[in-house]
């Protein structure tokens, strides 16, 4: 025999009840309760129309939500065909503002903002560091060219070359030297 819900257990879980959420055991036992406890029952009507009403009030702030969006929307519009303008600073001071209000107001803008100056940022640094790559890629040629240059290949092949004769010009006279010495 299943043991009876008392008024305080119900109030307890009527609002899980209202939703659904319960056993199946408890959801027939306070459907029961409600049968016999008109004060009970009373309660629950209450709660289910204040429910409704909140469901009610909701949509009503959805349909709100739909206005704004579409005035944000317009906005945002605006905001993105003035976008690199501002990031360049080529608005008027009141078009500045404008668009200053909208970042403020709206995330969406804000976030496209802060991707505007990050890519700008990107930019500059790539260029940046092109220019410098480029740099660095002039001294390196001009420094290969140096050591590759014909011109001082040759010069310097000669400079081995003298010295190459000069000591084989010392071998062979002090070779000489000893010959008219000891012959
Ligand atoms: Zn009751």
Known sequence: MQKELTCEQVGAIITFYIEGKLSDTLQKAVKHHLEICPECKAKFNELQSMLKRLHKNQSASNIDDEAQKN??????????????????????????????????????????????????KLLHN??????????????????????????????????????????????????????????
């Open 71 to 120: 005035f944000k929307k317009k906005q945002y519009a605006e905001f993105r065909a003035n976008l690199s303008a501002y990031v360049d600073n080529e608005l008027d001071d009141k078009e500045n503002m404008r668009i200053k209000k909208i970042t403020i107001s709206n995330p969406l803008a804000r976030k496209d903002l802060e991707e505007m100056y990050a890519f700008k």
């Open 126 to 183: 790539s260029f940046d560091k092109t220019r410098s790559d480029i740099r660095y890629d002039f001294s390196k040629n001009v420094v290969h060219q140096m050591h590759s240059a014909p011109a001082d290949f040759t010069s310097s092949f000669k400079k081995l070359i003298i010295a190459y004769i000069i000591m084989l010009s010392i071998i062979v006279a002090a070779a000489l030297y000893l010959w008219v010495l000891y012959f």
